[in-house]
C-alpha cells in the first residue's frame, strides 16, 4: 500500500513566490480568450435556513442563527430572520452552518482516480520552468474525488500543478460545481496563481534522477533569479511574438498572478523572501510550510501567508521538523495561516484537520479559538487565494457558498449534511443520488 | 511496587466503560480493575480523575519501527529492492526493528503501544513482528504472520507492473505446492533426492508453518474477485488468512463471514484509487462489521501517519460501526487475530499496555496523556514536543 508516499511523491507541490514590480502594466498583456468567464447560471430560489448553530468565521459563533440565501448571495444572518413570501424556509436545527470549506492546495483533477498513469497530469517534468502551462487544462472534471471532497463540506478548490519544477505553472481556483470543463468551474474573478517550489522535490527529480539542473538547492535559487531577472526585462512589442512563459513571469513580478511558493524549511524561506525582495516582491504564501513556525514573526512582518498541515511529519528531510502545534504558533504571532490537504484523502476532513490543530495548540498551551480554527479552512485560505472579498465568512454579500453539518463540525462523528455553493444545493447526505462522476457510473455496487 | 490509577471511566475491552474505576498495575501486567476498587496498601496511587483509559492501541500492517524517513531510501530497512527475489519467506521485520525510529514516538503520543509490523515488497514479502513500543524487550513475537501482496507494484512507488496479479498467484500456488511436498520429504530435498523446487529452504520452512497452521497468512489484496481466489487458496492448503487492505472486501463479505477469515481494513482508502479498488466506500468497515466479518482497522499507509489510527475509528463510528466495535478493531480485535495473549482488553492478568486520554480517545481535539507498557510508564514528549517548546520561547 503506498498511498500515503505516493501522495508525497506525486503532489507536494513546488511554489515560488508572487511578484511586483510594476515594470509591466498588466493591461499590456491581452487575456487569452481561453479566460473568458463562463456565463453564471441563473440564480437558485431564495432559502432560509433557520435553527442552526452558525460559525461565520467572522465573528462570534450565533446559537439558534438563521441564514437567508438570496440570488445566491449571502442576504443576512442572524437570530430569528423573517421568512418571506416566496422564500423556502429550510429547518436545521440542531445542526450547525459554517462559510463552505475552501483547499488552498489540490491536485484533485490534475492526479485523478483511479491513479493510472494517464491519470498523472500535473507534472510537467520536461523542463524545470513551466510558468505559461495552466492546471486547468490538465484539470479532469470527473475525478471521482471531487465528489467525495464535496462531501467533507469543500466548496473551493485551489487546483496547482506539482512539485517537480521550480516553477509548475499556473494554478486555478475552482468551485466544486457539476461541470464539464474546469473553465465553467473558475471561480470568477479569482486571480490567477503561480506555483514554484523549493527544495527536496526539484532536486530529487532533476539532479538525482535525471542529472539536469537542478540538483542542489543553491542551483534553485541561482535559476531562478535568472528567470525573474529576464521576465523583469520582459516586454511585449508589436512585430513580435509573445512569450507566454516571460509574460507569466512578468504578471507575478507585477502581483497581478499570486505566488504561491511551496517551501519546507524555514532557512530556505527566508532565501526565498531575500529572492523575491531583489524584485520588490514577495510570495502570496509558503506553501506545506512546515517550519514556518521557526519563523513565524518575519512572515508575519513580511504579510505572507502559511499553508500548513495539521499532523503531516518525517516523511522527507526537510519535513522531520514538522509540529503539530505549527498553525497556532502561527496564528498566534498574526500570521495568515491556512490547513490544506494535497491529498484526495485529507481533503475529505479538512474540518477535522483543523480540529487536530487547534487540539495540538490547546496541548501545546497556546490558545486557539474555535472560530480562529474555523479561519483556517474558510477566511484565511480565501485570502491566500485572493477571493476573500466573495468568499470565506458568511457575511451579507458573500457568496452563499456553506456547508450544514450534522454537529460540532471539529467532531469526528460530525458529517456534512448539506453542502451548497451560490446557493444551490449541490451534495445532501441523505440523498446522494447516482455518482457525480461519468466514470464512476455503475462502479459503485449496492450496498 | 503496585500503582493504581484511580478516577478515570475505563474501557476494558469487556462489557461496557467501568465508571470511576481503579486499575492496579504490578510489574509488566494488570493486577486488578473495577469501579471503586480499593487501591491495595503500599501502592503508588496516581489520580487519573476525569481521564478515560483504554489499551493501548494497535498499529497492524504498518512499517513503522522500519525506516526513519520514508523518501530516503537509505533509512527504509524492511523493504527488498524490486530486484530481490519475490519470495522472501524468511526476512524478519523483527530484524529490522528500531524502537529509536523517528517514527516511534510521534505514534506512541498518538495512543500507539504496540504494533504488528510487516515487511513490504515482493510477492511472499516476509515474517511480520508483534512488538511493544518500549525501549528495551519489545519484541512479542518476531513471527506473528506471514505476508503475503497480491499485484504488488515492484518499484517503491507507481502503479503495478503488467501481470503483476498474475504473476503473484502463479509464485503463490508455486511456493505453496512445493511448500506441501517438502512438508513430507524434507529430508530428501536437503539430500538433492528430491526435484528441484522452486524456493529455498529457508522460505520453505516459513511456508511449512503456514501449512501447519502455525503461522497466520496476511494477505494484502483489495480485488473483490481477488479475495474469492485468496479464499479458495485457504481452502485447498488449509491456510489462515487474514484480509489485509481489503477495499472491495465488503463486496464478498458473506463469503468472509464464513469462511471466518478477519480483514484489516485501511481505514481511510474510500477512493477509487485504482482497478483493485473501484468500489472502495468509507462505511466499509461497517459493512464488513454487521456482516459478521471481525475488522481491524488499520492505517497502510506511511508509517508517518500512524498515529492517526485512532482518528480513523472516529471516522468508522461516523460512518456506522458501532463504538465498541471500533475501539475493538484496534485494541481487542487484533491482539486477538494475530494470537498476542493476555493483550488488547485491560483485566487481572492482562499485559499493562494502557493509555491515559483527556476525552473521548476516537475524537480527534482529545490527546493521550499519560501510557504505560508493560507496566512501565513511558514518557510522549516527542522531539515536535522539544522543538515547539524551543521555539516558542
Known sequence: MLRGVTALLVFAVAALGCGGLASLKSESVPAAASRAPVEPAPAAAPILLRGATIMTAAGPTIERGDVLVRDGRIAAVGAELAASAGVEAIDVAGRWITPGIIDPHSHLGVYSMPATTSNADGNEMTGPFKPDIQAEHSFWPQDPAIERALAGGVTSIHVLPGSANLVGGQGVTLRLVPALSAREMRMPGAPTTMKLACGENPMRLYGQAKGAEPQTRMAEVALLRQKLENARAYRVEAGKPRDFASDALAKLLAGEILAQNHCYRADEMLVRLDLFAEFGTAPRAFHHAVEAYKIRDRLAQAGVGAVVWADWAGLKMELVDAVPANAALLDEAGVRVALHSDSPYDIQRLNQEAAKAMAAGSRAGIAVSREAALRWITANPAWILGVDARVGTLEPGKDADLVVWSGDPFSVYTRAEQVYIEGRRVYERANPGPPRSDFELGLRGAK | ?393
Do not use: C
Open chain 2, 1 to 393: 511496587m503496585a500503582i493504581a490509577l484511580v478516577g478515570a471511566t475505563v474501557h476494558t475491552g469487556q462489557g461496557p466503560p467501568l465508571e470511576n474505576a481503579t486499575i492496579v498495575i504490578d510489574g509488566a501486567r494488570v493486577h486488578a480493575v473495577g469501579a471503586k476498587l480499593r487501591p491495595p496498601d503500599g501502592a503508588t496511587v496516581i489520580d487519573v480523575s476525569g481521564m478515560v483509559i483504554t489499551p493501548g492501541l494497535v498499529a497492524v500492517g504498518t512499517r513503522l519501527g522500519t525506516l526513519d524517513v520514508e523518501l530516503e531510501s537509505a533509512s527504509v530497512e524492511a523493504t527488498l529492492p524490486p530486484s530481490a527475489d519475490p519470495v522472501r519467506a524468511a526476512l524478519r521485520a523483527a530484524d529490522t526493528w528500531n524502537p529509536a525510529s523517528l517514527t516511534v514516538p510521534i505514534a506512541r503520543a498518538g495512543g500507539i503501544t504496540s504494533a504488528l509490523v510487516m515487511p513490504e515488497g515482493g510477492q511472499i514479502s516476509g515474517q511480520a513482528a508483534w512488538v511493544d513500543l518500549a525501549e528495551k524487550e519489545w519484541l512479542r513475537r518476531g513471527s506473528a504472520a506471514l505476508r503475503v501482496e497480491i499485484g504488488a507494484p515492484l518499484a517503491a512507488t507507481g502503479p503495478p507492473p503488467a501481470g503483476a496479479r498474475a504473476a503473484s498467484f502463479l509464485r503463490l500456488r508455486e511456493s505453496l505446492a512445493d511448500a506441501r511436498l517438502y512438508r513430507g520429504n524434507r529430508g530428501p530435498f536437503l539430500t538433492n533426492k528430491l526435484r528441484a523446487l522452486s524456493i529455498s529452504a529457508a522460505d520453505l520452512d516459513v511456508l511449512d508453518r503456514a501449512l501447519a497452521r502455525d503461522l497466520i497468512v496476511a494477505v494484502e489484496v483489495d480485488r473483490a474477485s481477488d479475495i474469492l481466489t485468496v479464499i479458495e487458496l485457504a481452502n485447498e492448503y488449509a491456510l489462515r488468512v487474514v484480509i489485509v487492505g481489503g477495499a472491495e472486501a465488503w463486496l464478498v463479505a458473506g463469503e468472509l463471514a464464513r469462511a471466518e477469515i478477519p480483514v484489516a481494513l485501511d481505514a481511510f482508502a474510500d477512493l477509487p484509487s485504482s482497478f483493485s479498488a473501484l468500489r472502495s466506500r468509507p462505511d466499509s468497515a461497517a459493512l464488513l462489521h454487521s456482516a459478521g466479518v471481525r475488522v481491524i482497522l488499520a492505517d497502510l499507509g506511511s508509517p508517518h501517519f500512524a498515529h492517526r489510527l485512532r482518528q480513523s475509528a472516529g471516522n468508522a463510528v461516523a460512518a456506522g460501526l458501532p463504538y465498541d466495535a471500533a475501539l475493538a478493531s484496534i485494541t481487542r480485535v487484533p491482539a486477538a487475530v494475530f494470537g498476542i495473549a493476555d493483550t488488547g482488553t485491560i483485566r487481572a492478568g492482562a499485559v499493562a499496555n494502557l493509555v491515559v486520554w483527556n476525552g473521548d480517545p476516537l475524537e480527534v481535539t482529545t490527546w493521550a496523556e499519560r501510557m504505560w507498557i508493560r507496566g512501565q510508564e513511558v514518557p510522549l514528549e516527542t522531539r515536535q514536543d522539544l522543538l515547539t517548546r524551543r521555539y516558542r520561547q
